[in-house]
């Protein structure tokens, strides 16, 4: 494998995980009632509508049919990725959650 194939298969393994994180927090808002693009909005304001997440919110299933999806394992995952600003909304939302 030559460097720019193996720079290819990085950046698409890359962007495959990044959509199983999406995956994650759009099922871990439905789990908790909570509108995903909402949330999204609330840690990036200046980037409108996000085309991933519409694609995740769309394969997510009905809370009573998904598996749980752990606070703890969502900020994890998040911090992964470097979303410090979603994963601040998310703590503010799991703090509101166990009120």
């Known amino acids: 494998m ?6 290819e298969k990085i950046i ?3 962007r495959g995980e990044e959509k199983m994180m999406i995956l994650v927090f759009a099922q871990w808002c439905v789990n908790h009632d909570l509108n995903p693009e909402e949330l999204y909005l609330r840690a990036y304001p200046n980037q409108g509508a996000n085309p991933a997440l519409r694609e995740a ?7 009573e049919e998904a598996g749980e999806v752990g606070d703890q394992t969502l900020l994890g995952v ?6 410090d ?15």
């Open 78 to 83: 998040l911090a992964l990725f470097g979303n």
């Open 85 to 99: 600003d979603l994963a601040f909304v998310v703590t503010e939302e799991i703090n509101n959650l166990r009120k």
């Open 12 to 14: 698409e393994n890359y």
């Open 57 to 63: 919110i769309e394969l997510t299933v009905p809370k």
């Open 2 to 7: 030559n460097p720019k194939q193996l720079e």
